[in-house]
């Protein structure tokens, strides 16, 4: 008996102890790297670099947003976003989601990419080639004031460039979509010139490395940074200190897949149709990083025309649009190690929002049916415990009789068990699987931006952030007390207090759990009481284990 209690209480405690440390890592300020050169891909063709325009001041950590600060500036306006284009190498430097709100403050909308508000955070391209247009050359925008109207499913901004010496001609086009979060970035290149062109193209992000806002009061540190996909390599992250260290690994070379800029909630990503592609990622400056693709263009014959377009997502990582996007751009969705469940797990959750409409209401469905799922298990794990309770007085009896003598007091008790057929660990198991179903709940919480912003009901306006008034964690406090009264009390006296502790502990951890999450643990607290009460009281009045 003391055995389970320890398994049970070590197991579970060190679960809670992993996501409390994870509260402290993610609330401790992050330090910069150390300058270091780029590290980017070893190949044949010109790795971009973001570093401010000839003539530009160059601000540390702002090079690539500063420096196009005094171009002209273009606003697309769409039923999803707000983009701004700057001329200078067709930028999209500023992207406001009007769908999502921002994390401190709910009249804002939320901004991705961002000209240095609270980030430096741009989507940038270039051709790369003998006097062809990058992300400093200076275009001329089509309109400064673009809107999608009412009947037309999709908008386009021009940018020109001023012909090369020998006479090539470039444009840049930026397509936005009614209902979507994906832009069509393309190049049309009129060779005027005397002899073929064959440059190259790449499709970049430039950002700061200081992470994502997380929504107050709790949360792990959540990836952020770039992301490669290829069919042979599968998902790749690399973190930004790898990149200042020179330690990044990730495939340079192949012919498909994606790279992306991932952090919580939401990314954007580049993902090329078909083709070979070369994926890059540069440390620019002391807090500035570059990462994406180059994709050659096809070659083009003097006095003909060529065309190049490659998708840009940038918008939230709700699952259906990512599927959409790109194969595996969905795994951008950071479950964490418990993937294999978490994953499940919210497609079940996503069948029962479709049934009901709101997601408190799913979490509780989802926690009656996992607790239908485990009933026999743990209707046998409750009659053990029960039973246990009933043995109570003869286990003390023992203890008085035998008195400092642990072997034969250990031998004693295992009769008992056998004679009476009861297991001391059966009570273990039932828990021992709900841990992770905790964690991998607690992922889904914590990752998927379906979550961010859902409200219950009353007083519960956000189910990924903690319980404003801290009722829900109340409200578990008093149900693991009632729950730990149910159960058998241990023979140690000590022991005994250290068990009554427990449900304080977890109360004051839970205060800082995301309100879904203590809703989940509520209702199974719940269930849990209903359950094991029945059982207790059926086996108190059949007497199986009474003298």
């Known amino acids: 008996m003391d055995n389970r209690r320890l398994i049970l209480l070590l197991v579970f405690s060190f679960s809670l102890v992993m996501l409390w440390d994870g509260w402290q890592k993610h609330n401790q300020p992050k330090v910069p790297p150390a300058a270091a050169a780029g590290s980017g891909a070893a190949t044949g063709v010109p790795t971009p670099t973001a570093t401010a325009a000839p003539g530009a001041t160059a601000v540390p950590g702002q090079a690539a947003v500063a ?42 909308n939320y901004v991705l990419f961002d000209n240095g508000e609270k980030h430096n955070y741009a989507a940038q391209t270039g051709l790369i080639g003998n006097g062809l247009p990058n992300h400093k050359t200076l275009f001329t925008l089509s309109s400064k004031n673009v809107a999608l109207k009412d009947g037309e499913d999709a908008v386009t901004l021009r940018l020109d460039a001023a012909p090369t010496a020998d006479g090539v001609k470039v444009s840049k086009l ?55 996909y290829t069919e042979t390599e599968k998902y790749q992250k690399v973190k930004f200190e790898d990149i200042a260290d020179k330690k990044a690994k990730f495939v340079t070379k192949a012919a498909d897949g994606w790279a992306a800029m991932v952090q919580h909630y939401f990314v954007a990503g580049w993902a090329p149709k078909e083709g070979e592609r070369e994926f890059f990622a540069n440390q620019i400056s002391s807090d500035l990083y570059s990462a994406g693709v180059i994709v050659p263009v096809a070659s083009i014959a003097p006095g003909q025309t060529g065309k190049l377009s490659v998708p840009l997502y940038a918008g939230p990582q709700e699952q259906s649009r990512l599927d959409q996007f790109a194969k595996g751009f969905d795994l951008v969705v950071d479950y964490g190690w418990l993937t294999i469940i978490a994953a499940p797990l ?17 979490i509780i469905l989802v926690t009656i049916g996992l607790k239908a799922i485990f009933f026999p298990l743990s209707a046998a794990s409750y009659k053990s ?56 709940l607690y992922w889904v919480l914590l990752g998927v931006v379906e979550m961010r ?95």
């Open 346 to 362: 919210f497609w079940v959750l996503q069948w029962f929002h479709k049934l009901t409409g709101n997601w408190g209401w799913a």
């Open 385 to 440: 415990m029960a039973k246990m309770k009933t043995l109570g007085p003869r286990l003390q009896r023992l203890k008085e009789q035998y008195g400092d003598d642990k072997m034969k007091l250990q031998q004693a008790m295992m009769d008992l068990y056998k004679r009476e057929k009861v297991n001391p660990l059966g009570g273990c198991l039932p828990i021992l699987i709900q841990i992770p179903v905790f964690i991998a």
């Open 453 to 547: 912003g859902a409200p219950w009901l009353g007083w519960i306006h956000d189910l990924s952030v903690k319980d404003p008034f801290y009722i829900l964690p109340l409200i578990m406090g008093a149900t693991s007390l009632i729950q730990t009264r149910l159960n058998p009390a241990p023979p140690d006296p000590i022991q005994a207090k250290v068990m009554m502790l427990m449900p304080i502990l977890f109360t004051f951890m839970f205060l800082w759990f995301p309100a879904g999450l203590v809703l989940y643990w509520v209702v199974n607290n719940s269930l849990s009481i209903a359950q094991q009460w029945q059982i207790n009281r059926m086996i108190a009045a059949g007497g199986k284990t009474a003298e």
């Open 174 to 228: 930026i397509t936005f979509h009614r209902g979507s979060y994906v832009a069509d970035v393309s190049y049309e290149i009129a060779n005027g010139s005397a002899a073929p062109l064959a440059p190259h193209a790449y499709f970049q992000f430039t950002r700061d490395g200081k992470p994502a806002e997380q929504p107050g009061g709790f949360g792990v540190q959540t990836f952020t940074g770039p992301a490669f």
């Open 67 to 108: 420096a196009a600060a005094p171009a002209e500036i273009a606003t697309v306006r769409t039923d999803l976003l707000v983009a701004e284009i700057s001329a200078q190498g067709g930028d999209i430097i500023r992207l406001e989601l009007t769908q999502h709100k921002a994390t401190d403050d709910q009249a804002r």
